[in-house]
């Protein structure tokens, strides 16, 4: 998450949040959803597979158990009486989307941010915070802050007590004076503290670590070190900006980047001659790199032009209390400057060309939002990135991947999801027109499958009209 600007937020919002109403949960999501056993034959449909091979046309792809039992030709299928017949004639099946830099909200998270403890707990659920990822296609997330309440979250949604994506953690380690609140983060001022808070994460069942901006160098090689040895993932910022000491921090075992900014940041100004040496210690280290490119994008839009932030009607999908943040207290449109817009607008068009330089080179990139911070949406926001993937010059096909098929080999469950192949989870979404023709068509969703449940258009708006009316 993007650092905000923490005392400016708590004067103003105290006095907004006394104003906010409680919002009940709607805990009837799960229960009106199809029974996840229910098995599906989609039958006549074209399916994008995400593997090596052309999509397979006029194919019928049957569903038992939560998972692909088999895709066949639809005149050789055998659909057995048991099974709920779901039309695809004239759509495209694809695996569901990874989203690879969010920040689940939770309660604490709310009370922390906005500096009021007392928020009740009833004023956030977590049908509310997962539905615009599902209603998105967004089906599986790493969350790169994660806090206790996130593997509460993981283990609803197992219990299929709730519906939602399905949810990676990563959990975060500062250095000494972090920069967001303790709870939020972990401190490691040294090297052995770093090791603990590693043993730590591991211990509580996080899949990642990730570094920030303040961790000090020789901290951060302890950290990689004890990551590498309990098999835990390592992600994040690239500390030591403008220390000029990239090659010590870029270092084997530091596995992705959270963000291209990182690099457009670790110097004074974003030095587009040193987008070569950044290729190449990627390569070196085996390094991938998790865009946000529509972050900065967004940061940009907004500081530039305030008013966009009331037309956009993806806003509503956001917590009312968080909504009243970015809309009317948005921290990064108090900090704006022409200094501030100039320098921005430099970091976008590095991004640009360093992932463009990225993807020629054949550094794996994937795709990830960072929402909710000011102006990105979950859910709605994969899109922006996809399509802010392709304008840095990915294809088509290379945009789908980034948020199928590779994030799921980085974070080691390809085998059980990804693509569409016979025995992996049916995440899956059934879509209106071809996305490999143009990766905006993954916005025009027809139905969500998630882990074998199906989720017509008709119920996720119904559900994403009553929580846009909060
Ligand atoms: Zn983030």
Redesign the pocket.
């Known amino acids: 998450?993007?650092p905000l600007i923490h005392a400016a937020f708590a004067a103003v919002l105290l006095a907004i949040l006394t104003s906010v109403a409680c919002l009940p949960g709607s805990e009837a999501f799960a229960a009106a959803v199809n029974d996840p056993q229910q098995a599906l034959a989609i039958e006549n449909v074209t399916v994008v597979t995400m593997t090596d091979q052309q999509p397979i046309k006029d194919a019928t792809v049957l569903i038992r158990g939560g998972r692909i039992e088999a895709i066949a030709p639809a005149t050789a299928a055998t659909v057995t009486p048991d099974m709920r017949r779901i039309n695809g004639r004239g759509k495209w099946l694809m695996p569901g989307l990874t989203d690879m830099?969010?920040?689940l909200e939770n309660i604490r998270m709310l009370r922390l941010l906005l500096n009021k403890p007392d928020i009740p707990a009833s004023a956030l659920s977590n049908d509310d915070v997962f539905l615009p990822y599902v209603a998105n296609g967004v089906l599986q997330v790493l969350d790169?802050?994660g806090m206790s309440e996130t593997i509460g979250q993981r283990v609803e949604i197992e219990a299929g007590r709730v519906v939602g994506p399905r949810i990676l953690a990563a959990a975060m380690i500062d250095g000494s004076q972090p920069i967001w609140p303790v709870g939020m983060t972990r401190v490691a001022a040294t090297p052995e503290a770093g090791r603990q808070a590693v043993r730590d994460a591991a211990a509580e069942n996080y899949d990642a670590i990730?570094v920030y901006s303040r961790l000090n160098i020789e901290t951060l090689e302890a950290i990689v070190d004890e990551a590498r040895m309990l098999k835990l993932s390592v992600i994040g910022h690239l500390p030591g900006r403008e220390s000029g000491r990239i090659a010590e921090v870029l270092r084997p075992g530091f596995g992705m980047v959270?963000?291209a900014e990182e690099f457009a940041l670790h110097t004074r100004e974003p030095s587009f001659d040193a987008i070569p040496q950044y290729v190449e210690l990627m390569k070196r280290n085996g390094a991938w790199l998790t865009a946000?490119l529509s972050?900065d994008e967004r940061l940009l839009e907004q500081i530039s032009d305030p008013d966009s932030l009331r037309t956009r009607s993806e806003l509503r999908a956001l917590h009312p209390m968080w909504r009243e943040v970015v809309v009317n207290h948005n921290p990064y449109i108090a900090s704006a400057s022409a200094e501030r817009i100039a320098a921005l607008q430099k970091i976008v068009e590095f991004n640009r060309e360093l992932v463009g330089a990225f993807v020629a080179a054949g550094v794996p990139v994937v795709a990830?939002t960072?929402a909710p911070?000011p102006g990105i949406v979950p859910g709605f926001s994969i899109h922006d990135e996809l399509a802010a993937l392709v304008r840095a010059g990915m294809t088509h096909r290379q945009a789908l991947e980034a948020a199928t098929r590779l994030p799921c080999e980085w974070l080691g469950v390809l085998s059980d999801r990804g693509t569409v192949e016979p025995g992996k989870q049916a995440d899956l979404l059934l879509l209106e027109a071809d996305p490999l023709k143009n990766v905006s068509n993954a916005r025009r969703i027809s139905a969500v499958i998630l882990g074998g449940r199906y989720l017509p258009r008709q119920t996720l708006d119904e559900r994403m009209g009553e929580l846009m009316q909060k």
Do not use: C, E, R
Request: charge should be positive; hydrophobic fraction near 40%.
């Open positions: 998450m993007k830099h969010v920040h790169l802050q990730k959270a963000h946000t972050l990830g960072d911070v």
